[in-house]
C-alpha cells in the first residue's frame, strides 16, 4: 500500500504523522492525509549529483499553438460560459447546492455530445442507474444515450475511464468517490484532492473533457476548498435559489476563456431551458408599484435588465431588519446609511426588504443606485417611472453621496432604450449625486402623476 503523509494546505509542509496545528507554519487543523508519490525507478536520490541539461528558451512568436477544437456541448449558455465549449482533456468543476441543476445539465451536455456523434460516460457515485435513467427520461432521447457507470471505487473508476477512453465524460460527483490508501472519509479535503489528482492525469493523459460535479458547503465554497480550484482548468459555479426558477452559470475561474461570463437558465418541467432574452422576461414582469426600479446590470460581457423591489414597513424592533436577497447585505446597508445622510431618508425605525426579482444574484457595484432609488419609492410610496413603463437606473454609490461611473455605460443603455426604457437614471445623467438623482426620478413620477 502507498505510503500516507500529511500535507499543510496552508504552508504545504510534509509530515509523516498527523498534528492538529502544522510544525512548520503553526496554523490549526490544516493538515490533510495524501498519497506520498513514490519517486520514478531510476530517479537519483535527493542531494544526490544529477546535472540537468540546459534548456534552449523559445521566443513567444515562434512557439506553435495549435488551435484545438472545441466540443460543443449544444447548450449555447453553458458553452458560451466555458469559452466556447469544452476543451479536449481539460478538468471543469462544476459547483452549487444540492438540487439547483448539476446533474440536469450536466446530463443534458453529455446527451447532446453523444447525440453528435461523441464517445461519452456518466460516472453516477450519487444516484442508482434507475435514478439517472428517471432524470434522462425528462430530459429526452439525447440524454438517454449516455452510458452509465455507478461506481464510488476511484481506481476502478480510472481503469473504466483509461479502457473507455470517452471524449468527454461527468464525474457526479467528486466528494462520492473514494481513493483506497487513504483513510480520510470520501468527501474529505484530502480524498476529493486525491480523487481530482487523479483524474486530472488521466484527463491529460487520454485527451478526456472532465468534469466533476462539486457540491457546494454552507459557507458557499467549494467543497474540497480552494485546492481543488488550483488544480482544475476552470470552475463553474451554478447560483440560484431552489424554489426560484432562474439559475445562473458563472464562471469563477476559466484558463480557456473568459471569467465575465454568465448563463441564465430556467428550471422547467423537462430540464434546464436556456433564456436568451432574459431582459424581456424581467422587464415584462416588473411591476411599476412603489418601490420597483429596473437595473440595468452587466453580466459579465451582457447587459441585463432585472427588476430590484423594496418594501419599507414601520418596526418596533430594534435593531430594524435589514434582508437582501440577490444582492450583497454590506451594499444594502451602504446605500441605507447614504440615504439617510445625504438624502435625508432616515429608516432607523423601519424594516428593509430588498430583492432582486426571479431570484438573479447581481454582484456589481451598479446596483446600488437602482437600490437606492427602490428604497425611496417604497418609502414615500411613490411609484417611479413613467407611461406605464417602469424606471431603469444604474451607477454606483459613493460614500459621500455622489454617484460613481461603472462599466460599459453604453451597453446598460442600449439594452434599456431595447424597451422603451427611457431615460434611464444614470451618473452625471441627470447629476452627480443620490440627491439629484432622487428628485430627477421622483419629479419625473409627480409629473407623469399630475398629467394621468
Ligand atoms: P438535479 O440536477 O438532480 O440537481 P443537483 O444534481 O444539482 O443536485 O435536479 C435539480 C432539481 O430540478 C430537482 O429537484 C428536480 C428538478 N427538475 C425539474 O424541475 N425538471 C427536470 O426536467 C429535471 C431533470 C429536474
Ligand atoms: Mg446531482
Redesign the pocket.
Known amino acids: 500500500m502507498a505510503r500516507a503523509v500529511f500535507v499543510c494546505s496552508e504552508c504545504g509542509a510534509e509530515s509523516a504523522r498527523w498534528h492538529g496545528r502544522c510544525p512548520s507554519c503553526g496554523e490549526w487543523s490544516t493538515l490533510v492525509e495524501e498519497r506520498a508519490a513514490e519517486p520514478p525507478r531510476g530517479a537519483p536520490r535527493a542531494g544526490g549529483a544529477h546535472r540537468a541539461r540546459a534548456l534552449e528558451p523559445v521566443p513567444l512568436s515562434e512557439v506553435e499553438a495549435p488551435r484545438v477544437e472545441r466540443l460543443e456541448t449544444g447548450i449555447g449558455e453553458l458553452d458560451r460560459v466555458l469559452g466556447g465549449g469544452l476543451v479536449p482533456g481539460s478538468l471543469v468543476l462544476i459547483g ?10 450536466t446530463g443534458g451536455a453529455l446527451g447532446n455530445l453523444a447525440a453528435a456523434g461523441r464517445k461519452v460516460l456518466y460516472v453516477s457515485g450519487e444516484e442508482s442507474a434507475a435514478q439517472v435513467k428517471l ?1 434522462a427520461e ?2 429526452g432521447e439525447h440524454a438517454l444515450r449516455v452510458p452509465i457507470v455507478v461506481e464510488t471505487d476511484l481506481d476502478t473508476v480510472v481503469a473504466t475511464i483509461e479502457a473507455e477512453r470517452p471524449d468527454a465524460c461527468v464525474v ?1 460527483s467528486v466528494q462520492t468517490l473514494y481513493a483506497q490508501g487513504l483513510t480520510g472519509a470520501p468527501g474529505s479535503v484530502g480524498q476529493v484532492r486525491e480523487v481530482a489528482g487523479r483524474l486530472m492525469r488521466v484527463a491529460k493523459e487520454r485527451g478526456v473533457a472532465t468534469i466533476l ?1 462539486g457540491h457546494v458547503t454552507k459557507e458557499g465554497a467549494l467543497a474540497g476548498p480552494r485546492v481543488l480550484e488550483h488544480l482544475v482548468d476552470c470552475v463553474l459555479q ?1 447560483e440560484g435559489e ?1 424554489e426560484r426558477t432562474f439559475r445562473t452559470l458563472r464562471a469563477l475561474k476559466n484558463r480557456f476563456g473568459s471569467t465575465n461570463e454568465v448563463g441564465v437558465f430556467e ?5 434546464l431551458v436556456e433564456v436568451e432574452d432574459a431582459s424581456r422576461r424581467f422587464v415584462a414582469e416588473a411591476t411599476r408599484a412603489p418601490g420597483s426600479v429596473v437595473l440595468c446590470a452587466m453580466e459579465g460581457s451582457r447587459p441585463l435588465l432585472v427588476e430590484v423591489q423594496a418594501l419599507v414597513a414601520p418596526t418596533e424592533i430594534v435593531p430594524p431588519r435589514r434582508v437582501a436577497n440577490g444582492v450583497d447585505r454590506n451594499r444594502l446597508a451602504l446605500v441605507l446609511a447614504v440615504l439617510a445622510r445625504h438624502a435625508r431618508l432616515g429608516l432607523g425605525s423601519s424594516d428593509v426588504f430588498v430583492s432582486v426579482a426571479g431570484g438573479v444574484r447581481v454582484d456589481e457595484p451598479g446596483v446600488d443606485l437602482a437600490v437606492a432609488l427602490a428604497v425611496a419609492s417604497a418609502a414615500r410610496g411613490v411609484p417611479l417611472g413613467a407611461a406605464g413603463r417602469p424606471l431603469a437606473a444604474f451607477g454606483e454609490v459613493g460614500l459621500t453621496g455622489e454617484l460613481r461611473h461603472v462599466a460599459h455605460p453604453d451597453r446598460r443603455l442600449a439594452e434599456a432604450a431595447k424597451f422603451g426604457l427611457e431615460p434611464v437614471i444614470a451618473p452625471g445623467a441627470p447629476g452627480r449625486t443620490i440627491r439629484a438623482a432622487l428628485r430627477a426620478a421622483m419629479g419625473a413620477a409627480e409629473r407623469a402623476e399630475a398629467a394621468a
Open positions: 452549487g447546492s444540492p438540487g439547483i441543476g448539476k446533474s440536469t445539465i432524470r425528462r430530459l457526479d460535479v451554478f431552489r428550471m422547467r418541467e423537462r430540464g
